[in-house]
T-cell receptor, first 111, second 116 residues
Framework: GENVEQHPSTLSVQEGDSAVIKCTYSDSASNYFPWYKQELGKGPQLIIDIRSNVGEKKDQRIAVTLNKTAKHFSLHITETQPEDSAVYFCAARSSGDKLTFGTGTRLAVRP | EPEVTQTPSHQVTQMGQEVILRCVPISNHLYFYWYRQILGQKVEFLVSFYNNEISEKSEIFDDQFSVERPDGSNFTLKIRSTKLEDSAMYFC??????????????FGPGTRLTVL
């Protein structure tokens, strides 16, 4: 089955700096890669996603890049703000419909 | 904005007892899921449900687990005889339809299950 690795597990940045979180996946059949933000005590909330036929997608301060050949995808957050502090999960959807999640990155943005 | 809701927010039960976790997916959605997250760990898939039957299930989803859509709005997860290791946050999710517009799975706020 699919296996998703995520790095780093924790990330601390100064407000205004950029944050990058990286994920790799194992199943070349995976075709959809969402990123979720999880705040304390809440469910995961989708922040951006990308399909396998696209290399990059941007939404304001958030961007995701996908390298199908290398089977890795990354989340980029620019001009970080304290409210960006949360746990971020990458995920991949391969055959079937389920999402396989990475292990999460705890992002702390220092004011 | 429509959202997935879950009840209760926290359930405490004794080992061996049955629990039912309830979810109300977004109203026009057709695909339903349960995931769980053990404290401090990643979110794990349990089961997907479409057209009144299970589409896919993980190794975690053994005979102690069952799902049901008893009416047009609720989607439930039953654990027949809870074990200590069932303690986790359980998330319900729903998705609109197949095709590009229906990719996103919307997650509920979760039910924290504590088995004593």
């Amino acid at each position: 089955g699919e296996n998703v690795e995520q790095h780093p597990s924790t990330l601390s940045v100064q407000e205004g700096d950029s944050a990058v979180i990286k994920c790799t996946y194992s199943d070349s059949a995976s075709n959809y890669f969402p990123w979720y933000k999880q705040e304390l005590g809440k469910g995961p909330q989708l922040i951006i996603d990308i399909r396998s036929n696209v290399g990059e997608k941007k939404d304001q301060r958030i961007a995701v890049t996908l390298n199908k050949t290398a089977k890795h995808f990354s989340l980029h957050i620019t001009e970080t703000q304290p409210e960006d502090s949360a746990v971020y999960f990458c995920a991949a959807r391969s055959s079937g419909d389920k999402l396989t999640f990475g292990t999460g990155t705890r992002l702390a943005v220092r004011p | 904005e429509p959202e997935v809701t879950q009840t209760p927010s926290h359930q405490v039960t004794q080992m061996g007892q049955e629990v039912i976790l309830r979810c109300v997916p977004i109203s026009n959605h057709l695909y339903f899921y349960w995931y769980r997250q053990i404290l401090g760990q990643k979110v794990e898939f349990l089961v997907s449900f479409y057209n009144n039957e299970i589409s896919e299930k993980s190794e975690i989803f053994d005979d102690q687990f069952s799902v049901e859509r008893p009416d047009g709005s609720n989607f439930t997860l039953k654990i027949r005889s809870t074990k200590l290791e069932d303690s986790a946050m359980y998330f319900c999710a729903s998705r609109a339809t197949s095709g590009r517009a229906g990719d996103e799975q919307f997650f509920g706020p979760g039910t924290r299950l504590t088995v004593l």
